[in-house]
């Protein structure tokens, strides 16, 4: 155990975790489920449940605890529209984490711990580019911790639900459009700990040996940023027009309701399909409050207006051989981002993701499973609020890894 | 387990140097129905990358027309030679008296007012060059020159042969910034220099002085140029420009009132208490009703009983009023503001009506004769309203604005690149042609300390 806690200090450390799927929202919970696509909230098949299905943890056959890592690579390019000017992102690797545990109490009764990155992005562009008054970086990272109870109420029903705490930080940096003798631009600041609570609940029907249903709903979590600190580096003239103070600010990360359906076709394949109703809706305003505000340093208001969203998500898992597993899966991701507020933080587009990924069963104690997921993006876009006008091109790539151990 | 952490972390690193990147095409410019391989701009001290009160090294290579010419690199364009004062120089203008004394450019710096008070304004540097800068002609080590931009010049005076020339001088033809670049000191004209080089393309963007030069006397000497004598002068430049069958731009002069230089003093910054307009009104016999508060300043009028009045709200003061004679010597209150100070509403009428006028010539002469039309004026307006331009929101306020340079007349980087831009827009929709824009992002806008 002290060696897993190692691991996931150091993970800690070399945080963030990247942007993926909608919004800002990470859907990297679980290996089996990524490699399936994103599905798995009728599919008990490890302690990722914890995050998938509360209700369906009391399901699970053994005690168990698994350590998963998604390195994240991504990709970006932009080009400004009318202009022949591209710029890269240099976003750094990010390593999102999951760590569960599930324990049973007595036959019925089980409690599981899940510790995981749902959301959270860094996004940083090349030094000196196009939008660089709008963002050089933005880094969002929230770990939730997640104890739950999961109760089977019988051989075809399951309840359960864990209460979730967030915490986590974020940091938005950009440089502003004044210049020093020397040529250098000022840059801003703003970055804070946030935290906040919520809910994970879920049902599990498993009416036959072949076919089951789960249904979930996380709980919105507002994010709050009560006292984080804006830093201004700008010319000494101007020290006093932007004095380094703190700020509030709030960021909604939205409720999820799932639907999900698992069928044993035969012994060897199993399809799990999931839907998702994002309630991105919440987001509608990104507010910086500062507490010393000047003629020029005043609070901002930016639009977001993210409509709620769906996503759908599809996967097979085959048997090979009784150690090995062979997954499939693809999902298709509806942006919440209307036209017109596309930002650089977030260039997120309606997408079809392809995924992949293999289990192997070590002994009776250890399994590990891997997956890789690609995903595509391009949108154009006007934002409304910056002018920046251009297109938007990012790959995503996450290979994923998690061991399972079972006692 | 450290190590197999680290040997993961270094081939997840690994992984993402191979990762392939997204790509996006850059749209390769189409060049139209454009030749650009020599193009030669004509115009004032906006053209020559003049700003900050004076031409300098740096804000010539940003001038509009340079831009232009290394996005025209991108469909042919060829080499852009631009007559640069040294980079060394602090910059050259020229002050009064005769010959004309030399002024250097405008830096932001603390300065310390007659009142005590210290704050950030624009500084003129120590000149580094005298008149005889100017006697020192580069024609032949450095030119012939693409940016025909001339500091001072009126419509009528691109045509004129010998502007170069000194002894021009009692006629008022006579430019030192034309003579430093004239292919011939005592004859030669720029339109002539202009079309020597056989351009394949052309901008025309003159006549703010013929209204201007008015304006910056407050109206008080200097004349606007007739209307007649104004079109003949395009007619002349456009004929001789075109008669080879090169394609051009042309763009309108702005609207006064879209200048920093007239709008940055406020008609009613005489700021009094009440004990202060008690004793100006004594002093005055209560003629102006002088009361607490923000009054009006008090400028010279012949026309009005006493031969001042309160300036109206609709009237313009000028940048180089001296703000310390204002702030320590009652000027605008006991003394009032002398004419050549301020653009009242008889001037800025007559200001406004020969702009009108040259500005519809300037739109049928880009109609008549295929030019490309660059609405300038209306592109000030928005600036005046604020441009937001990839999250840096631009407009017309003196300084703060971050367009206009510390003279309040020319545009700094940032201001030129949006303004080429709008040639560029104007002459890709004229001609069919795709030139890029310039990232406007990569021009500065005011420098503080």
Same mark, same amino acid.
Request: aromatic share 12%; net charge neutral; proline share 7%.
């Given at each position: 155990?002290?060696?897993?806690?190692?691991?996931?200090?150091?993970?800690?450390?070399?945080?963030? @975790?990247?942007?993926?799927?909608? *919004?800002?929202?990470?859907?990297?919970? *679980?290996?089996?489920?990524? @490699?399936?696509?994103?599905?798995?909230?009728?599919?008990?098949?490890? @302690?990722?449940?914890?995050?998938?299905?509360?209700?369906?943890?009391?399901?699970l056959k053994q005690n168990q605890f698994t350590l998963g890592v998604s390195p994240t690579i991504a990709k970006g390019v932009f080009l400004e529209d009318n202009t022949n000017v591209l710029s890269q992102t240099?976003?750094?690797?990010?390593? =999102?984490?999951?760590?569960y545990g599930a324990y049973a109490i007595n036959e019925k009764l089980k409690v599981g711990l899940g510790a995981y990155t749902p959301f959270g992005s860094t996004m940083k562009w090349e030094n000196g580019w196009s939008g660089r008054f709008a963002l050089t970086k933005l880094q969002l990272f929230a770990v939730f911790i997640q104890p739950t109870l999961s109760y089977k109420i019988n051989e075809k029903w399951g309840i359960g639900g864990g209460f979730v705490y967030a915490t986590g930080k974020v940091n938005l940096q950009k440089d502003l459009p004044i210049i020093d003798n020397s040529g250098n631009y000022a840059t801003?600041?703003?970055?804070?700990? #946030?935290?906040?609570?919520?809910?994970?609940? $879920?049902?599990?029907?498993?009416?036959?040996?072949?076919?089951?249903?789960?249904? +979930?709903?996380?709980?919105?979590?507002?994010m709050k940023v009560n006292s984080g600190k804006a830093t201004f580096n700008v010319p000494s003239s101007l020290a006093d027009q932007f004095p380094n103070t703190t700020f509030k600010s709030s960021l909604p990360l939205p409720q999820v309701l799932t639907l999900g359906i698992a069928y044993k076709a035969t012994d060897k394949l199993t399809l799990a399909f999931d839907a998702n109703f994002v309630g991105w809706k919440a987001y509608k305003k990104l507010e910086f409050d500062y507490k010393d505000t000047t003629a020029t340093l005043q609070n901002t208001i930016s639009e977001r207006n993210y409509k709620n969203t769906y996503s759908f998500r599809l996967g097979g898992q085959y048997m090979v051989t009784e150690k090995f597993a062979a997954r499939l899966g693809l999902s298709y991701l509806i942006t919440p981002i209307q036209s017109g507020y596309v930002t650089p933080e977030v260039p997120d587009a309606t997408r079809l993701n392809f995924t992949g990924g293999l289990g192997y069963k070590v002994n009776d104690h250890f399994t590990v499973d891997a997956s890789f997921t690609f995903e595509n993006l391009k949108r154009s876009d006007k934002n409304k609020e910056t002018n920046l006008m251009g297109t938007y091109k990012t790959y995503i790539y996450v290979p994923g890894i998690s061991v399972i151990y079972n006692f | 387990m450290r190590l197999s952490t680290k040997s993961f972390i270094t081939v997840t690193a690994l992984g993402a140097l191979v990762a392939c990147k997204p790509k996006l095409k850059e749209p390769s410019p189409d060049k139209g129905s454009l030749?650009?391989?020599?193009?030669?701009?004509?115009?004032?001290?906006?053209?020559?990358?003049?700003?900050d009160g004076a031409l300098y090294y740096d804000g010539q290579k940003v001038s509009y027309a340079a831009l232009i010419a290394e996005q025209f690199k991108t469909i042919g364009g060829g080499?852009?030679?631009?007559?640069?004062?040294?980079? %060394?120089?602090? $910059?050259?203008?020229?002050?009064?008296?005769?010959?004309?004394?030399? +002024?250097?450019?405008?830096?932001?710096?603390? #300065? &310390?007012?007659?009142?005590?008070?210290? %704050?950030?304004?624009?500084? @003129?540097?120590?000149? +580094?060059?005298?008149? %005889?800068?100017?006697?020192?002609?580069?024609y032949a080590s450095q030119g012939p020159f693409n940016n025909m931009g001339v500091p001072g010049a009126r419509s009528f005076h691109v045509a004129y042969k010998g502007f170069g020339n000194f002894f021009n001088a009692s006629t008022g033809n006579y430019n030192p910034f034309y003579q430093r670049m004239a292919s011939n000191v005592t004859s030669s004209s720029i339109l002539g220099?202009?079309?020597?080089?056989?351009? &394949?393309?052309? %901008?025309?963007?003159? *006549?703010?002085?013929?209204?201007?030069?008015?304006?910056?006397s407050g109206g008080a000497s200097d004349s606007i140029t007739s209307y007649n004598h104004f079109c003949a002068s395009i007619d002349t430049i456009i004929e001789h420009l075109t008669k080879n069958g090169a394609k051009g731009v042309i763009g309108n002069i702005p609207d006064v009132t879209t200048i920093p230089h007239f709008t940055t003093i406020p008609y009613n910054g005489l700021t009094l208490t009440q004990a202060q307009a008690d004793q100006l009104n004594a002093t005055t016999s209560g003629i102006f009703g002088f009361h607490a508060g923000p009054n009006a300043f008090i400028i010279e009028d012949a026309s009005a009983?006493?031969?001042?009045?309160?300036?109206?709200?609709?009237?313009?003061?000028?940048?180089?009023?001296?703000?310390?004679?204002?702030?320590?010597?009652?000027? *605008?209150?006991?003394?009032?503001?002398?004419?050549?100070?301020?653009l009242t509403e008889n001037e800025i009428a007559a200001i406004r009506s020969a702009t009108n006028a040259f500005n519809g010539k300037i739109y049928l002469t880009a109609k008549a004769k295929g030019l490309a039309f660059v609405d300038v004026n209306r592109f000030m307006q928005n600036a005046k309203a604020g441009i937001v331009y990839n999250g840096v929101t631009v407009n017309a306020e003196f300084v703060k604005g971050g367009a206009f340079s510390l003279d309040g007349i020319h545009l700094? =980087?940032?201001?030129?690149?949006?303004?080429?831009?709008?040639?560029?827009?104007?002459?890709?929709?004229?001609?069919?042609?795709?030139? =890029?824009?310039?990232?406007?992002t990569k021009y500065r806008g005011t420098i503080f300390p």
């Open positions: 155990m002290t060696q897993l806690n190692k691991l996931i200090a150091t993970l800690l450390l070399s945080s963030p @975790a990247m942007l993926l799927a909608q *919004g800002f929202q990470v859907n990297l919970q *679980g290996q089996k489920q990524q @490699a399936m696509g994103g599905a798995g909230t009728a599919l008990p098949q490890d @302690a990722a449940t914890v995050f998938f299905n509360p209700g369906a943890i009391s399901f240099k976003s750094p690797v990010s390593y =999102p984490f999951t760590y801003a600041s703003l970055s804070g700990n #946030a935290n906040g609570f919520g809910g994970n609940f $879920g049902i599990y029907y498993k009416p036959t040996e072949k076919l089951s249903f789960g249904l +979930t709903y996380r709980t919105q979590v507002n | 030749d650009v391989s020599r193009y030669v701009s004509i115009g004032n001290s906006i053209t020559s990358g003049y700003a080499d852009f030679k631009i007559p640069y004062v040294p980079q %060394s120089s602090a $910059g050259v203008a020229l002050g009064g008296g005769f010959p004309p004394a030399v +002024t250097a450019r405008f830096s932001l710096q603390y #300065a &310390t007012d007659c009142l005590g008070a210290t %704050s950030l304004m624009p500084v @003129a540097l120590s000149p +580094t060059e005298n008149f %005889s800068f100017f006697g020192n002609n580069i220099d202009a079309e020597a080089q056989n351009p &394949t393309f052309f %901008s025309v963007f003159i *006549g703010n002085n013929d209204v201007l030069g008015y304006a910056l009983p006493v031969g001042a009045r309160p300036m109206k709200a609709d009237e313009l003061l000028l940048l180089e009023l001296p703000l310390d004679s204002v702030k320590c010597h009652y000027m *605008g209150a006991l003394t009032p503001i002398p004419n050549r100070y301020v700094n =980087p940032l201001g030129n690149a949006m303004l080429a831009n709008e040639f560029i827009k104007a002459i890709n929709l004229e001609f069919g042609s795709t030139i =890029p824009w310039v990232d406007v």
